[in-house]
């Protein structure tokens, strides 16, 4: 028996595979001439085949023999090929590619991720190699093959993975040369080949990968550690985006990983920012009187047809490649402002980055000047100015940090042009990855708003929420904002869109999309896992995110992935988090439906209606938050629910029974029982085509059915509530529909109107419905509990202290802390008071001045955060006696001063005696009317 024992090898750090069958298994020696002969002479194969083989020459001592072997299995695979040293073969990334696909695939690690995550729950995660419960065979396989010194270095390894996010990438010398990265371009471009290549997987969700490199002979690169320390710099580069237009510039050394990066980016924020509108729109603008509804309508599409068809995304690409040595000069102008060559000099002082060390680096003007002298046309120039502009307004990234998912900058927002975007934000985020782009904006410091992932069904829907991303979030957040006037926070909106091909990364992308945020919000330096960053915002920020459609169930990671990063807002970064947590669900309390409902009642209470006569349409099904809650808490004749999955209709009224169990389970309406249906009733579902309705009608396509119902004449309702659907739903391309154009009456479809969903209507179909006799009540007044639930949620994390917030706020094996319960109380009346309140006074002012509601409702949200921010810097904040009973009785939290930051108190302070004040004498009061509200309530 031969011995088969594991040996030592050097170069490797791994014990050397032993074989002993292997002369036994393989070709026995008396065999090879008769093989040899079959080949060449038995099987008559043409002499052409050889004189196009190496193995011809080889055997005549002319060549090297060129070995490719491969062996896969499900679990397994191993790749043999030759390949001279420092020279990309095409067999290489071609063989690392099936690799990445087959066993390296993100979806595949993702779950993988998410399975450790449950069992987080249940015990600590595991980090001992020999502690893993992989495969045994293959754990075995793994101990015995790896000396003691490659098993220390994978466990260092693993350990710091575990700790931190992102690609981890680490140099080690000792017993051999060996480096860690993961992609073979890169070395390659550096003048590195590797000899052998190991991926290892373990059952806590870590994958690492070996490289050996050694340098290219007689290669002029620089010393061997410095270019692999470049290597480390720039692997995470490739792990955010591993795929880009711009890569066979990289790969042709046009380009360095940084600089195709770099215009990769410069291009996302071309598309969504190059003023292409022009003079004549700008001119078009003045001419028009935009306090006219129809006018402002045409200017809005005008607007999207510019943006559209003047500079499309493949334009502005090929524009960019055509002038590589312009993205190089771009590159290096934000380069020298945002890497900080810190690391570098601690490993030896006299080295710099290799990669500013050949730049062209000049001035703002110079590059201007270029730029006018090397393009051809004005589009060219237009679009490598707004490269300027993006390097011009970056405040911060972590584009040189060697750990990152994705890349995040911070901009200064003042780029925006102000014809388009009148209310200028605070500060926004870019975040890109590589499977989604998305946004952050906020209009003021201490802001909050939800995270909404937005999925496209096809190509021509990625295409259209692609062009609209921005001008979407900006949308939202300035809504939010509008809605936050009762609280302390101002508004605020994040937006995810997944690429086209990315539709079932959702999890992926929002892990991504946080952790690039944070890696801007956390001085990761301080505490030690991150580099340090430029940051010329010169001023801690904290954001305040919250659940918002598509990621409602990701809030509990964010709120605990900002602890495992150190972030010590992490008790306040999310709301909506779960009940052990501290979190308050909205849609286990109602919280968003208890401000929309209280319009609706208002409606009742206002017009001397009883709920059970009147007949209402709804958008937004059981399944969800406000849809769900809407149902439960209703006690009207629902005609039409119009969910996810299709229209329920019902002339006599939906089954409310059958209805109620559906909002209890938060299924949608595709499990409704149709039995409960009378004779007029009908289910049809988006994926239904060709339905014949009760009435006779012919439903060609549902999808289109569902899409279009809330405009059909079978939606005649007395109230109809938005609880869900896409921005824009209503504009004035279709608001006739509602007005009774196509009703045989004539009447409009609905009397009252209270929008749930934001941006459900444009303002100028809100105006529209209004001028035709319509009494609607807009999303930035109806739809505030859920801010407002969110907002106190933020107080309780910031005021306890972690043992405190553990106790009071968090909710575990079942049992409801008392402060707990009563503080949900307090949070649903205030809700309900404030909605109450505002709508008192918008049909008050409404009465009184026949202005419409939906600008009354602006000038409302307006003057509170006006007169907020005033009371925030006037002298009623430095009246101790005042401040103290106010806060006290508002929040009843004593040691809130001690712990809370003063931005956030002040802003308690503004919001609550801003919002009393303009319900009680509304938007425009007279010169005395602060004085008497002063001295009537302190």
């Not at 059952?203 to 690169?221: E, M, R, W």
């Not at 410091?445 to 001008?471: K, Q, W």
């Not at 801007?520 to 430029?534: A, C, F, H, Q, S």
Request: proline share 4%; net charge negative.
């Amino acid at each position: 028996m031969k011995d088969t024992s594991y040996v030592l090898n050097n170069e490797s750090g791994y014990a050397t595979n032993v074989f002993a069958e292997k002369e036994n298994w393989f070709l026995p020696k008396e065999l090879v001439k008769n093989e040899v002969n079959w080949f060449y002479t038995n099987l008559n194969i043409d002499d052409y085949y050889f004189a196009l083989e190496s193995i011809l020459a080889y055997t005549k001592n002319e060549n090297v023999l060129d070995v490719n072997l491969e062996k896969e299995s499900e679990d397994s695979a191993v790749y043999i090929h030759s390949s001279e040293p420092g020279v990309s073969q095409l067999n290489g990334p071609e063989i690392e590619k099936t690799i990445d696909e087959k066993f390296l695939d993100n979806s595949t690690s993702s779950q993988a991720y998410r399975l450790n995550l449950t069992n987080l729950q249940q015990k600590p995660r595991m980090n001992n190699l020999k502690q893993l419960t992989l495969d045994k065979s293959l754990i075995k396989t793994f101990l015995r093959k790896a000396t003691d010194y490659t098993l220390n270095l994978y466990q260092d390894v693993m350990q710091t993975v575990l700790q931190r996010t992102g690609p981890v990438i680490e140099m080690y010398e000792g017993r051999y040369k060996g480096f860690f990265s993961a992609i073979s371009d890169l070395y390659h471009y550096y003048d590195l080949y590797s000899t052998r290549k190991y991926v290892e997987q373990f059952s806590n969700g870590v994958t690492i990968i070996g490289l050996y490199l050694h340098p290219v002979p007689q290669s002029k690169a620089a010393p061997i550690e410095h270019t692999i320390y470049q290597v480390m710099k720039e692997a995470s580069l490739l792990y955010c985006l591993p795929k880009t237009p711009l890569q066979h510039y990289f790969k042709t050394n046009k380009l360095s990983v940084q600089e195709m990066v770099y215009s990769y980016v410069g291009w996302i924020f071309a598309q969504h920012f190059l003023n292409r509108l022009g003079k004549e729109y700008l001119s078009l603008t003045s001419i028009l009187n935009r306090s006219n509804p129809m006018h402002e309508e045409v200017l809005s599409k005008l607007k999207k047809r510019l943006r559209q068809d003047t500079f499309t995304r493949d334009y502005i690409l090929d524009i960019i490649m055509s002038y590589p040595e312009l993205l190089k000069i771009l590159y290096a102008n934000f380069a020298t402002t945002h890497y900080v060559n810190q690391r570098e000099a601690s490993l030896q002082p006299t080295i710099s980055y290799q990669r500013l060390t050949n730049m062209e680096v000049l001035s703002v003007d110079d590059i201007s000047k270029r730029i006018k002298s090397v393009t051809s046309n004005a589009h060219e120039q237009l679009v490598f100015e707004s490269f300027l502009t993006f390097n011009k307004h970056i405040l911060k990234t972590n584009f040189y940090q060697t750990t990152k998912v994705a890349l995040s900058f911070r901009l200064d927002p003042s780029f925006l042009p102000e014809i388009e975007y009148p209310l200028p934000p605070y500060g926004m985020f870019l975040i890109v990855g590589s499977e989604f782009r998305g946004f952050h904006i906020r209009f003021s410091d201490v802001a909050r708003g939800g995270i909404r992932m937005i999925r496209s069904r096809n190509r021509e829907a990625y295409s259209i929420n692609l062009r609209t991303l921005f001008d979407e979030n900006y949308n939202l957040a300035n809504t939010q904002h509008r809605k936050n006037k009762d609280i302390p926070e101002g508004g605020s909106k994040g937006t995810i869109l997944l690429d086209v091909d990315q539709q079932d990364k959702p999890l992926v992308a929002f892990e991504k999309y946080v952790d690039a945020v944070l890696d801007l919000l956390i001085d990761g330096e301080t505490i030690g896992v991150k580099e340090k960053l430029v940051d010329l915002t010169e001023k801690p920020e904290i954001l305040f995110l919250g659940p918002d459609e598509g990621t409602a169930e990701y809030m509990d990671w964010a709120s605990q992935h900002a602890r495992r990063r150190g972030a010590s807002f992490w008790k306040a970064f999310t709301t909506g988090k779960s009940q052990s947590l501290g979190g308050i669900p909205h849609d286990v309390y109602g919280m968003t439906t208890r401000s929309v409902h209280q319009y609706v009642l208002g409606i009742y209470r206002t017009f001397g209606l009883q709920e059970e006569d009147c007949f209402k349409l709804q958008t937004g099904g059981p399944d969800g938050d406000l849809g769900s809650n809407e149902i439960k808490i209703s006690n009207d004749k629902t005609i039409a629910v119009v969910d996810g999955s299709g229209v329920l209709y019902d002339s006599e009224g939906i089954h409310r029974e059958e209805l109620q169990r559906l909002a209890n389970r938060r299924l949608m309406i595709n499990n409704f029982d149709t039995s409960y249906l009378s004779s007029k009733g009908f289910r049809v579902l988006v994926d239904e085509d060709n339905v014949t309705l009760p009435d006779g009608t012919l439903v060609e396509n549902g999808l289109q059915f569902r899409n279009t119902f809330h405009t059909n004449p079978l939606a005649q309702a007395t109230l109809f509530v938005p609880c869900g659907g896409r921005p824009e739903s209503v504009g004035l391309d279709n608001v006739h529909l509602l007005m009774g154009e196509n009703h045989p009456s004539g009447a409009p479809l609905y009397k009252y109107i209270v929008e749930g969903a934001n941006l459900f209507f444009t303002q100028e179909a809100r105006l529209r419905l209004e001028k035709a006799g319509i009494v609607i009540f807009k999303d930035a007044s109806a739809n505030k509990g859920g801010v407002t639930s969110s907002s106190l949620e933020v107080l309780a994390a910031l005021a306890f202290s972690d043992d405190e917030f553990e106790k009071h706020m968090c909710v575990k094996d079942g049992v409801v802390p008392e402060f707990y319960q009563s503080y949900v109380k307090e949070v649903q009346t205030f809700i309900e008071h404030n909605a109450a309140l505002e709508f008192d006074a918008l049909w008050r002012e409404h009465q009184r001045t026949k202005q419409p509601i939906s600008i009354l409702s602006d000038e409302l949200s307006t003057a509170i955060v006006q007169l907020q921010s005033q009371l925030q810097q006037s002298g009623l904040w430095d009246n101790s006696t005042l401040r103290t009973t106010l806060l006290l009785e508002t929040v009843g939290l004593e040691s809130l001063l001690q712990r809370v930051p003063e931005s956030y108190v002040k802003a308690i302070f503004g919001a609550h005696l801003a919002s009393q004040f303009v319900y009680k004498y509304g938007a425009h009061p007279d010169n005395f009317a602060f004085f008497e509200f002063m001295r009537e309530n302190f």
